[in-house]
């Protein structure tokens, strides 16, 4: 069974900076490519960036230049650091994990993110 897992959410001002985790179960982080979603209330889950297995990395437009996604293969663990936080960072951030080898998603339960003074 693989799980992908989320940590590291919290509240913090404006300006600020947290760095969110997602592990994943398994020995079969290297075949996967990683992602951060987000999601407020009333609004659809929206993509915030992804890693895939060799490294390349891709950012949503809003948090170019901000946030920076990473990944230890050694402790089968995403990261996305985020800086220079904006109130409109606030949401629950989710992990995702697509498997290359059978094509399926994996979800984590979310992380909530409040950016506020």
């Known amino acids: 069974q693989v799980q992908v897992v989320e940590s590291g959410g919290g509240l913090v001002q404006p300006g600020g900076s947290l760095r969110l985790s997602c592990a994943a179960s398994?020995?079969?982080?290297?075949?996967?490519?990683m992602k951060w979603y987000r999601q407020t209330p009333g609004k659809e889950r929206e993509f915030v960036a992804l890693?895939?297995?060799?490294?390349?990395?891709k950012y949503a437009d809003s948090v170019k230049g901000r946030f920076t996604i990473s990944r230890d293969s050694a402790k089968n663990t995403m990261y996305l650091q985020m800086n220079s936080l904006k109130p409109e960072d606030t949401a629950v951030y989710y992990c995702?994990?697509?498997?290359?080898?059978?094509?399926?998603?994996?979800w984590g339960q979310g992380t909530q993110v409040t950016v506020s003074s």
């Open positions: 995702n994990g697509y498997l290359y080898r059978n094509g399926s998603d994996y």
């Open positions: 398994g020995s079969i982080f290297s075949d996967m490519m």
């Open positions: 890693i895939d297995s060799r490294g390349i990395t």
